[in-house]
Each structure stands twice: as structure tokens, then as C-alpha cells.
């Protein structure tokens, strides 16, 4: 069995990864794991890890969750080109430096109006307006601060090149762009880095990957988004009391 790569490209981190194999002509078997099915609360599923999490990479009897770590194996592992994950010192740590911050201030905060417009609702629980105001107010706050430090004087979050970062960012703050979020409007360097990164994946690619995220507002008003069931209840439920 070769490389298996365990995905539900309803999520940020799966797409970049998703993304990042195919850009780089990796080859690996797609195992589809839909959470709002519950399938990573499964027991087939823990067989495979037992963290319940995905992206998850299998490599043989080899492992490997989190989106940024499965992404580096990669790279090291295929030799991709030197910009995904740079060899310079300081360039590799630029990466790192975006990688922390992504992981503080982006990663908790732009998958929240999927959870409060389409997910509660699912689950007949109502987030408090106050929530979402407040992570409305996070996200601004935060995209001013990719502009103004990661994005001042470069083309990309990490330097002049794409990187493996730019990919988490990108499909991070598609998020709320599919839930009806335009966080671009009025961010013209913003939206200049967006086109770049876009333009070196390839439209093709970009729409295959987003395909489930961009139609989700369409599957909720015909009420086709499958309710989590009973067992996947507990960790759908305190993911969203963990709204701040």
C-alpha cells in the first residue's frame, strides 16, 4: 500500500494538504473521512489514529497527524522545490515564524461562521450574537496584522516565494469566504496576495479543492449537510462552546 492521505476537504488544513500533494504531483490514495458523518469518531477509523483527527498521513505502518507536519514530511520526503519548505536557515524560519502565529491568532478563529451559521444550526444550538460579533471583531483584527507584518514588502506570508504557509492561510480565510465573508473587499494587498497564490495553483486545482466548502451555504438552505450522529454529538457540541 502506498501513501494514504485520510481527508474531509470541508476542512482548512485538509485542503492545504490536499492542495500541496496534488501541485507537487505526489502520489497518494484519497481516503475520504467525513466528519459531519462522524466517520472520525469511528472505530474503523481510531484503527488508523487514535487521535480521531484529520488531515492524517499513512505511510506504511508510518502516522502522522497535523496539517503542518504532514506538509514538511512531504516536502522532505519528495524533494519538492526549495520554496515549499526552504533549505536557508532564515528562510525555513520565516516559515516557522508565520506557522506560530497562524497557529495563535488565524487557526481558532476563521472556521467559526461555518460552526455558528451552518453547524449549531444542525444541532439546534443557537451561538450568541455577542460570539459572533466578537469573532467578527478577531478576524479584522487579524487580517490587519497579516497585511501590515507578514505581508508588508513581500509577495507572500513568508518571504518572495510561496511557501507551505501560504497554503494553510489561504484556505484558512476561505473559510468565511464561503460562508458569505468577503474579507478581501477594501484589502487590495490582501487580495493581490490571494491572486498570486491562486494564480501558481492553477484555477483548476483551487476549484476541485473548494468544491465542497464553496457550495456549503447551497447544501444548508436545501438541507442536504448530513447531522452529525449521536457519537460525533459530544465533540461537535464543545467545539462550538469553545467559541470565544
Not at 499513512?58 to 526552504?86: N, Q
Not at 451561538?127 to 478576524?139: A, C, F, I, L, Q
Not at 447544501?219 to 460525533?232: D, F, G, L, M, S
Request: aromatic letters at 8%.
Amino acid at each position: 500500500m502506498g501513501l494514504e492521505l485520510y481527508l474531509d476537504l470541508l476542512s482548512q488544513p485538509c485542503r492545504a494538504v490536499y492542495l500541496f500533494a496534488k501541485k507537487n504531483g505526489i502520489p497518494f490514495q484519497l481516503r475520504p473521512v467525513e466528519l459531519l458523518k462522524g466517520q472520525h469518531v469511528s472505530r474503523e477509523f481510531s484503527q488508523v489514529n487514535s487521535l480521531h483527527k484529520v488531515p492524517t498521513l499513512k505511510d506504511g505502518d508510518f502516522v502522522l497527524s497535523e496539517s503542518t507536519a504532514i506538509m514538511i514530511y512531504l516536502s522532505c520526503k519528495y524533494r519538492t522545490a526549495d520554496h515549499w519548505y526552504p533549505e536557508d536557515l532564515q528562510a525555513r524560519a520565516r516559515v516557522h515564524e508565520y506557522l506560530g502565529w497562524h497557529a495563535d491568532s488565524i487557526r481558532g478563529i476563521f472556521g467559526v461562521p461555518l460552526w455558528s451559521q451552518v453547524l449549531a444550526p444542525l444541532l439546534g444550538v443557537q451561538v450568541s450574537e455577542e460570539k459572533v460579533e466578537r469573532n467578527r471583531t478577531s478576524m479584522k483584527q487579524a487580517l490587519g496584522q497579516l497585511e501590515e507584518t507578514f505581508l508588508r514588502g513581500r509577495a507572500f506570508v513568508a518571504g518572495q516565494q510561496v511557501t507551505l504557509a501560504d497554503l494553510l492561510a489561504l484556505e484558512e480565510l476561505m473559510q468565511p469566504v464561503a460562508l458569505g465573508h468577503d474579507l478581501f473587499e477594501g484589502r487590495p494587498r490582501l487580495a493581490a496576495w490571494r491572486a498570486c497564490v491562486e494564480d501558481f495553483l492553477g484555477a483548476q486545482l483551487c476549484q476541485e479543492t473548494r468544491g465542497c466548502i464553496l457550495s456549503v451555504l447551497e447544501q444548508a438552505a436545501n438541507k442536504t449537510i448530513p447531522v452529525p450522529p449521536p457519537e460525533a454529538h459530544e465533540s461537535v457540541l464543545l467545539r462550538i462552546a469553545r467559541i470565544p
